[in-house]
């Protein structure tokens, strides 16, 4: 299990993590989320020992990380994909990590099976893919079958395969009693894979709940209402009927209503008695990502403003040719003045009283010329 207590980072008059309580148990697939910039690489950074806190503790199986006796035996961890010495190959990369953690050579083998790494176990890693580093990461994080698990964007460049099983890799690894923990932002995947989730905004906790006790906290629920679309009087006396209930009704765009405040018994029940057929009555269930940016609405530091592209009007197209002066039709063109010319050569100063100034010896033109 993992539990931090009034866990605090600063950086200066900058604070990445302040006062985070929390506990990662075993046996379930805790989400960790959060904005970023919302402090969740430095607080796994603590939780692995790599940053000091200033202030609060953190511990692994209820010692700091830094006392275990071998730590990669008790917990793997996947940080970066990219920390990875780029001469060398897959195996040797997992075999100098066995070798250190007094692991057998025959785990790494295995563990390049688990991963699909096994065909270029002896490729170097500089030309390896996005996803097949993340691959050999996890490789790394399970070299020592440890106990408890961290993982920070461990689906990151994978394709729909890889992701699928990422995904049941985590649950797999939690069914066994293993504490997983796992930072992502791809909502859908964590709806999919977490039992658990924590979420932090600005160095905060937003939240430590289940799954689907945050998406039911976070979320206003809703039944879609759809009547015949060729009976729109009907739909006007449905609304107004569900109205007078005590009902909020909003029209959907695609002709429903979305009604508020009534749950989906009462509303067949007015249906019926207002004879008004019904097409659809249904629940709305709201997604972990609709959830999700409703918590962190207000902790979200970087937004994006709508370009209205004003700046690209104000300015020449890119390589339009500048603005030459009309030629005159069926006339003669006269050169420019001396004066008005910037190609003309520079006009020579008046002569000083006494007679003109002797001239310069021309240079050489030719190389017989320089002798």
Same mark, same amino acid.
């Given at each position: 299990m993992i539990?931090?207590?009034?866990?605090?980072?600063?950086?200066?008059?900058?604070?990445?993590?302040?006062?985070?309580?929390?506990?990662?148990?075993?046996?379930?697939?805790?989400?960790?989320?959060?904005?970023?910039?919302?402090?969740?690489?430095?607080?796994?950074?603590?939780?692995?020992?790599?940053?000091?806190?200033?202030?609060?503790?953190?511990?692994?199986?209820?010692?700091?990380?830094r006392a275990a006796v071998n730590a990669p035996r008790e917990v793997g961890a996947l940080l970066d994909a990219k920390a990875v010495h780029g001469g060398r190959t897959a195996r040797n990369h997992l075999l100098s990590l066995a070798q250190l953690a007094g692991i057998p050579a025959r785990r790494v083998d295995e563990v390049l099976g688990v991963v699909g790494l096994q065909d270029v176990a002896r490729r170097r890693s500089k030309g390896f893919s996005l996803g097949m580093g993340q691959r050999?990461?996890?490789?790394?994080?399970?070299?020592?079958?440890p106990r408890v698990l961290l993982f920070d964007e461990p689906v990151n460049g994978l394709d729909p395969e890889g992701i699928l099983w990422v995904r049941n890799l985590m649950k797999a690894l939690a069914a066994e009693g293993r504490t997983v923990f796992v930072s992502s932002h791809l909502m859908s995947e964590m709806a999919l894979t977490a039992d658990h989730l924590i979420v932090i905004g600005?160095?905060?906790?937003?939240?430590?709940?289940?799954?689907?006790?945050?998406?039911?906290?976070?979320?206003? %629920?809703?039944?879609?209402?759809?009547?015949?679309?060729?009976? +729109? *009087?009907?739909?006007?006396? =449905?609304? %107004?009927?569900?109205?007078?209930?005590?009902?909020?009704?909003? +029209? *959907?765009?695609?002709?429903? =209503?979305?009604?508020?405040?009534?749950?989906?018994?009462?509303?067949s029940d007015l249906a019926h008695e207002a004879d008004v057929r019904l097409w659809e009555l249904s629940p709305h269930q709201a997604s972990l990502e609709e959830a999700y940016m409703r918590m962190t609405q207000g902790s979200v530091d970087f937004r994006s403003s709508q370009d209205d592209k004003s700046g690209l009007r104000e300015q020449p197209p890119f390589g339009a040719a500048p603005e030459m002066p009309e030629m005159p039709v069926g006339g003669w063109y006269a050169p420019p003045r001396p004066e008005e010319n910037p190609y003309a050569a520079p006009v020579a100063p008046p002569v000083a009283p006494g007679g003109p100034a002797p001239l310069p010896p021309a240079p050489p033109t030719t190389p017989e010329d320089a002798r």
């Open positions: 539990e931090a207590v009034g866990l605090t980072k600063r950086y200066g008059t900058t604070t990445a993590v302040e006062n985070l309580t929390f506990q990662v148990r075993p046996g379930a697939v805790t989400g960790f989320l959060g904005p970023n910039g919302a402090g969740k690489s430095t607080t796994m950074r603590m939780i692995l020992g790599l940053d000091n806190p200033t202030s609060g503790t953190v511990t692994v199986g209820g010692r700091p990380y050999l990461g996890i490789a790394a994080a399970l070299l020592g079958d600005r160095g905060r906790l937003l939240a430590d709940m289940s799954v689907r006790d945050f998406i039911a906290a976070n979320s206003a %629920g809703y039944a879609r209402v759809r009547t015949p679309q060729d009976e +729109p *009087e009907r739909r006007e006396k =449905l609304s %107004g009927v569900l109205a007078e209930a005590g009902a909020r009704v909003m +029209p *959907e765009p695609d002709g429903a =209503l979305r009604v508020m405040g009534l749950p989906l018994p009462r509303i």
